[in-house]
Nanobody
Framework: QVQLVESGGGLVQAGGSLRLSCAASGRIFSVYIMGWYRQAPGNQREMVARVSPGGSTNYADSVKGRFTISRDSAENAVYLQMNSLKPEDTAVYYC?????????WGQGTQVTVSS
């Protein structure tokens, strides 16, 4: 059974940086596209970045140039480096496959950006 565990969130001032990590209990990274998603209060969950098994990346326009997604298949991990954070980046961040699998949603990690 696959379990995804997110970590690395926290409280940061606008303009600051955070690095999120996603660790998987099963070997799913080698063949699947992985993504980072976020959900702010009152909003729907949205994908902000994805990375293919070969390392190709795509980003939502709102984070392009500020966020960087990467993966380490040997470590079964996916990372999201977030720079130049803005208050509108405040949300719970999740990792999952692309498209997401309902059973794989974890608890997420809270990111709060103060102005």
């Amino acid at each position: 059974q696959v379990q995804l565990v997110e970590s690395g969130g926290g409280l940061v001032q606008a303009g600051g940086s955070l690095r999120l990590s996603c660790a998987a209990s099963g070997r799913i990274f080698s063949v699947y596209i992985m993504g980072w998603y976020r959900q702010a209060p009152g909003n729907q969950r949205e994908m902000v970045a994805r990375v293919s098994p070969g390392g190709s990346t795509n980003y939502a326009d709102s984070v392009k140039g500020r966020f960087t997604i990467s993966r380490d298949s040997a470590e079964n991990a996916v990372y999201l480096q977030m720079n130049s954070l803005k208050p509108e980046d405040t949300a719970v961040y999740y990792c999952n496959l692309v498209p997401p699998v309902v059973q794989y949603w974890g608890q997420g990690t809270q990111v709060t950006v103060s102005s």
